[in-house]
């Protein structure tokens, strides 16, 4: 099984500022990777598929880039609405088994 | 609007069993692939299962033998049926589409609300 690791695992931020989450494969997932964005309360909702493109709809703030066992997700110029918990899922595996990591969350400094 | 509505969770004794039901809208299940993801309290996302279009369905080794994954066509409806629950299965459990074309996937689009699942005696 493909492990997920996450760094940080709490990310405090200025709003206006740049966030940089990590996150590492315990094996290479080429580019199948997924970023989502999960607020309390609610379903976690897709970010980023292949590593690095935007799903419909998320603002071009967000930018995800990595390949193989290492990525990350940027969000710049921070908005209040972006304070969540982050979760990156591969997507390589087979037979298939989507990992997650554990999550990062990102708070308001 | 392309939507999903799980039903079916509850409070139920360990040992026991339970159906899920994840209603589909706005787009046809039989020709996507689908995702059951749980959610533990206070934790994070744990895949569960998923249905290829044609059919073909994987687990988590925590599930496997335990859980079944199926639908039907004619109501558009995603399930999941849980046997032999244990109290690490409590959760919310999401249903998800998958966005995929032949091997490529573009990643779990359109998400469930969610429904409870408690394993407690």
């Known amino acids: 099984e493909i492990v997920m690791a996450q760094s940080p695992g709490t990310l405090s931020v200025s709003p206006g500022e740049r966030a940089t989450l990590s996150c590492r494969a315990s094996?290479?997932?080429?580019?199948?990777l997924a970023w989502y964005q999960q607020k309390p309360g609610q379903a976690p909702r897709l970010l980023i598929y292949g590593a690095s493109t935007r799903a419909t709809g998320v603002p071009a703030r967000f930018s995800g880039s990595g390949s193989g066992t290492e990525f990350t997700l940027t969000i710049n110029s921070l908005q209040s609405e972006d304070f969540a918990v982050y979760y990156c899922q591969q997507y390589n595996d087979w037979p298939p088994k989507y990992t997650f990591g554990q999550g990062t969350k990102l708070e308001i400094k | 609007e392309e939507q999903l509505v799980e039903s079916g969770g509850g409070l139920i004794q360990p040992g026991g069993s339970l159906r899920l039901s994840c209603a589909a809208s706005?787009?046809?299940?039989?020709?996507?692939?689908m995702t059951w993801v749980r959610q533990a309290p206070g934790k994070g996302l744990e895949w569960v299962s998923v249905?290829?279009?044609?059919?073909?369905?994987y687990y988590a080794d925590s599930v496997k033998g335990r859980f079944t994954i199926s639908r039907d066509n004619s109501k558009n409806t995603l399930y999941l049926q849980m046997n032999s629950l244990t109290v690490e299965d409590t959760a919310v459990y999401y249903c998800?589409?998958?966005?995929?074309?032949?091997?490529?996937?573009?990643?779990?689009?359109?998400w469930g609300h969610g429904t409870t699942v408690t394993v407690s005696s």
């Open positions: 706005g787009f046809s299940v039989s020709n996507n692939y």
């Open positions: 094996q290479t997932v080429s580019n199948k």
């Open positions: 998800t589409r998958e966005s995929a074309s032949g091997i490529q996937s573009y990643g779990m689009d359109v």
């Open positions: 249905i290829y279009s044609g059919g073909h369905t």
